[in-house]
């Protein structure tokens, strides 16, 4: 695979590389679009990249360097969930699609716990969207509503989830949405 995951240390090494990273990119699908070096600081301080629950990683391609960021999150659950953040530059080229296979591969090998792994995305990121059925995830939940949006109205969080059975097969299963008979 051309992905290495790397661990980052964000109270040491890294730091610096990612208040960097934060500030120098707009995610326009986030809650937050734009963040302050402040504002990194402060969650580096509270271990949003670095503690029981999280974990983060540096995405680097064998052609391209370094490409992106990855936290892994809700680790002390079975489910856990992730941020994925390409690196601006890096993105339009299909490389999330690498990038989510690779977080995929690391959470089901090195977490032998772990059943599934999920994901949740605004409904108007289209192109997170697509990185997630083009990598084999699932569709698993439309919450109406659910993502706030700074001056403007809620809109949709959409989750989608990979088990390892699917993983480890490379087959997508299904289920029937309309299972309830009134
Ligand atoms: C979201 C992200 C990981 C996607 O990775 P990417 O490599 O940039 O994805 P791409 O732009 O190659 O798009 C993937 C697919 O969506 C399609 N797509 C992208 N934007 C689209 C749009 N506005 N309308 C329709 N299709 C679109 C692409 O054509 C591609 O389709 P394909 O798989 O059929 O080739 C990356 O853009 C990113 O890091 N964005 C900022 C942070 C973010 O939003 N992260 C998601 C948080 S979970």
Redesign the pocket.
Known sequence: MAITLTRLDPTGADRDALVEFMTR?E????VRERWSAADVETAISDGAYRDEDNDSFWIDHSEFGRI?FLRLEDLSDEDPL?????DGP????????Q??DAATDHVFRTMPSVGRFE???RED???????FV?CGWLKEAHYREGWPVDGGAPLASVAYGILRRDWESGQTTTFVWDDLVL
Do not use: E, I, S, V
């Open positions: 990119n995610f326009p699908f986030h992106g992730f941020d994925l953040r390409l890096f993105r339009g080229r299909g490389l999330g699609a990038a989510l994901g949740q995305t990121n289209t192109a997170m969207r697509k990185t083009r």
